[in-house]
């Protein structure tokens, strides 16, 4: 079955600790995004990639980092410059940013998040 | 710049009745648009998408969403709720961001309580 896995469904972190969650996809898409979600909020995009090798800052992007090594995997680090990261973490992939204008996001069943 | 307006972060249904989830738009070029569903504690699902062909787009388990120019609405709508379909609804505009590449905008939701 292809589609998009995330790792842990659940963490619990410890303030000033860094915490890597996983997201892995096997759909062959070029893209892929890791969104933020609170209550009320919405979906906030914190990064993407559009190939391997390469990544670019979203909207909330402080506080976070990322790495693209392989076309199938996007990890996402919560380090402890993140002030509030108590959150529901969502990872997302597409064939492409630029070539599809109509293109959809593929998402993944997400990581909650919870700072103790 | 783009944006997505939930009119409603709440609706409430009796089962076998009508749904209506409110969207309206602002994007500087001709946009798409989508509906994604999403359970509790799950990530999100595509329901419809428009994509600049027909303004009627019908989308998975019975819904459909009209997309007005005019009204810059692409309101959700079923005919009769299941109760299936308590979740949270995102309405999503994806327009272009300039230098090849497109940009999602995720509305904060709208919570469909569907009552027995």
């Known amino acids: 079955d292809g589609g998009i896995t995330q790792s842990p469904k659940y963490l619990f972190r410890k303030e000033g600790q860094n915490v890597t969650l996983s997201c892995e996809q096997n759909l062959n898409h070029d893209a892929m995004y890791w969104y933020r979600q609170d209550p009320g909020q919405g979906l906030r995009l914190i990064y993407y990639?559009?190939?391997?090798?390469?990544?670019q800052k979203g909207d909330i992007a402080e506080g976070y980092s990322v790495s693209r090594e392989k076309k199938e995997s996007f990890p996402l680090t919560v380090t402890s410059a993140q002030k509030n990261p108590t959150a529901f973490y969502l990872c997302?992939?597409?064939?492409?940013?630029?070539?599809?204008?109509?293109?959809?996001?593929?998402f993944g069943p997400g990581t909650r998040l919870t700072v103790l | 710049a783009q944006s997505v307006t939930q009119l409603d972060s709440h609706v409430s249904v009796s089962e076998g009745t009508p749904v209506l989830l409110r969207c309206n738009y602002s994007s500087s070029y001709s946009p798409s648009l989508f509906w994604y569903v999403q359970h509790p504690n799950k990530g999100l699902q595509l329901l419809l998408k428009?994509?600049?062909?027909?303004?009627l787009v019908k989308g998975i388990n019975g819904f459909e969403a009209e997309f007005k120019k005019s009204e810059t609405s692409f309101h959700l709508t079923k005919p009769s709720a299941h109760m299936s379909d308590a979740a949270e609804y995102f309405c999503?505009?994806?327009?272009?961001?300039?230098?090849?590449?497109?940009?999602?905008?995720f509305g904060k939701g709208t919570k469909l309580s569907v009552i027995p």
């Open positions: 990639s559009q190939i391997v090798n390469d990544f």
């Open positions: 997302a992939s597409s064939i492409s940013i630029r070539d599809y204008p109509t293109d959809t996001q593929y």
């Open positions: 428009y994509t600049s062909a027909a303004t």
């Open positions: 999503v505009v994806r327009g272009y961001s300039g230098a090849g590449s497109y940009q999602l905008t």
